[in-house]
C-alpha cells in the first residue's frame, strides 16, 4: 500500500460520493436532464496531472480487500446462442446476507477422493455477460472454469478460486483477441499456461485466461464486423476491470493481450485510471493502488490511442510498465488502418514512435519495445506467440516482477532487438502494406 500525497484526477467541479457508498461499483455515467448530472468540461489526463505518489510501501492488513458490487445474473441477449462445445456453469450459490466478500460467493467444500483436485489455471468467461450498455450496472456473474493436468476445463465457483488465489504470488491473465472459438481459448490457453510457467522456472506465477465473445459475425462487411467486436472488446474492459479489483489488494496482476485483447486491457486501465469507456466509469479509483504491468502482443490498437487525452489517456499512467512487442510484418495489422476511416496504424506493427513519445513525455520511461519480427515473420495468431520461448524468457522478468527495471541482458538476443524509450531513440518500423494505405496513418 502507497502512502503520501496523491494528485488526484477528479475533475474540480465534480461531486465526491463517500468511498463507502460507491466502491468497485461501475455505472453509467448520468446525462443532461437526469438526477445527479453535474456539467463539466472533458478532462485532459496529461503526464502533469498523472498520480505521483510519495512515501514508503507498507505491508497491508489482512483481510483488506476492495469492496465490489455483488454478483447479478442477466438474461442472454435475444438471437444469442452460446456455442455448442462452451460447457454449462455450474448451480450459483447466494451470497448470505451477513456479507462479506461478495466478488466469491462461498461454496462447500468438494473433494475428490478424499481431497481437493488442484487446478493449474483457470479460465474465467465472460461470453454470457451483456457485451453493451445500458442504463443499469454493467454487472454480471462470470462463469469460472478449473484447468488441472488433464487440460480439460471443468465448471468450477468462484469460491475455489479465492481459496486457489495466494496473494504474495503475481497473478497473470491472459486475453485473446477476436475469431476466438472455445475450443481455441482450451487449447491456446495451456499453451500460453506453460509458455508463462517456464520463462522462468524459478520463480512462481498464478496464470488466469479471461475469454469473451468474439466470434459471432454481424454483417457482411469485414471492417464492419472487425469494428464491432473492437467495441465489444473495450466494453469488456469494464468486467476485466471488475475482475481485477475482485483480486488480493496486495497481489502484483500481469495483463497479457493479443490483438483485440490489448484493446481489453486498455479499458480497464483507462477505467482504473479514472477514464471512461462507453459511458462507464469506476469510482473511487483511488482506492485500488496495486502494481500492475502490461504486455501486448500484435496490439490491434491505434499507436496514439495511448496518448494523454486519446481513447485510453488514462491507462498508461495507471501501469507500472508496458512492454510493447511489435512485428513488422503481420499481415492482419497491416490492414488495420482499412477498418475505420482516418484510422492510425496498428501498435502492434508500427510501435510507438517519436511522434507518439513526444507527446507521451515522462510517461515513456514506462514503456518497453522489443522488435519480434524475425520471430514471428507475418503470422498474427495467438498460437504463434506463445510457441516461441526466447521471447517468454526475454519477457519473464517482467510477467513475474522479477525485473524492477528492465530484463537481464541475457535474454535479449540479437533476433530480440531491444528499442530503448527514450523519445530520441524510438523509432518507427518499416510499413509492410502498400503505402497508400499506411499514408493516411502517419
Known amino acids: 500500500m502507497l502512502t503520501g500525497t496523491e494528485l488526484e484526477l477528479w475533475p474540480p467541479n465534480r461531486k465526491q460520493t463517500d468511498p463507502a457508498d460507491t466502491a468497485g461499483d461501475i455505472r453509467a455515467e448520468p446525462v443532461a436532464g437526469e438526477p445527479g448530472y453535474i456539467e463539466s468540461s472533458p478532462q485532459i489526463i496529461g503526464p502533469l496531472l498523472m498520480p505521483r505518489f510519495e512515501g514508503q510501501i507498507e505491508e497491508l492488513p489482512e483481510n483488506t480487500y476492495p469492496e465490489t458490487l455483488p454478483p447479478q445474473t442477466f438474461e442472454p441477449e435475444p438471437g444469442f446462442t452460446p456455442e455448442p462445445a462452451y460447457p454449462s456453469r455450474p448451480a450459483f450459490t447466494p451470497e448470505p446476507e451477513t456479507g462479506g466478500d461478495s466478488a466469491f460467493p462461498p461454496l462447500e467444500e468438494e473433494s475428490v477422493g ?75 490457453g495451456r499453451r500460453a499456461w506453460q509458455w508463462v510457467t517456464q520463462s522462468d522456472p ?16 454481424f454483417n457482411g462487411l469485414p471492417s464492419l464486423d472487425f469494428e464491432s467486436l473492437g467495441r465489444r472488446a473495450a466494453f469488456n474492459g469494464v ?31 483507462h477505467l482504473m485510471g479514472g477514464g471512461r469507456v462507453q459511458g462507464y466509469s469506476l469510482p473511487q479509483v483511488w482506492r485500488d493502488r496495486r502494481r500492475v504491468r502490461a504486455v501486448f502482443l500484435a496490439s490491434a490498437l491505434d499507436k496514439n490511442w495511448l496518448n494523454p487525452g486519446d481513447q485510453y489517456g488514462a ?33 502492434g506493427e508500427r510501435g510507438f514512435t517519436h511522434r507518439e513519445a513526444a507527446v507521451l513525455g515522462p510517461l515513456t520511461d514506462r514503456i518497453r519495445q522489443v522488435d519480434v519480427t524475425h520471430l514471428i515473420g507475418r ?61 493516411f496513418s502517419r
Open 315 to 347: 491507462a498508461l499512467p495507471r501501469t507500472e510498465l508496458l512492454v510493447n512487442l511489435v512485428n513488422r510484418t503481420d499481415q492482419a495489422l497491416g490492414a488495420y488502418p482499412l477498418i475505420r476511416t482516418f484510422s492510425q496504424a496498428a501498435l
Open 239 to 269: 468486467y476485466l476491470s471488475q475482475l481485477m479489483t475482485a483480486l488480493p489488494a496486495e497481489t502484483p496482476v500481469c495483463l497479457i493481450g493479443h490483438s483485440h485483447g490489448t484493446r481489453v486491457i486498455s479499458s480497464a486501465l
Open 379 to 439: 503470422d498474427h495468431v495467438l498460437a504463434a506467440w506463445v510457441t516461441q520461448h526466447e521471447i517468454a524468457r526475454a519477457i519473464g522478468p517482467y510477467i513475474n516482477f522479477a525485473a524492477k527495471d528492465s530484463p537481464p541482458a541475457v535474454t535479449v538476443t540479437r533476433q530480440l532487438r531491444q528499442v530503448a524509450p527514450p523519445p530520441q531513440q524510438i523509432r518507427a518500423a518499416r510499413p509492410v502494406w502498400p503505402p497508400v494505405f499506411h499514408w
Open 114 to 188: 478424499g481431497a481437493a483436485r488442484q487446478p493449474a489455471y483457470w479460465i474465467i468467461s465472460t461470453r454470457r455477460c451483456p457485451q453493451e450498455g445500458g442504463r443499469r450496472r454493467s454487472t454480471c456473474q462470470f462463469d469460472y472454469f478449473s484447468v488441472g493436468d488433464s487440460g480439460e476445463p471443468e465448471a468450477d465457483q468462484p469460491a475455489r478460486l479465492k481459496q486457489w488465489l495466494r496473494p504474495d504470488v503475481p497473478v497473470c491473465i491472459l486475453v485473446h483477441g477476436s475469431l476466438t472459438a472455445w475450443q481455441d481459448v482450451v487449447r491456446d
Open 202 to 217: 524459478t520463480r512462481e506465477v498464478q496464470f488466469l485466461v479471461m475469454t469473451w465473445p468474439s466470434y459471432e459475425v
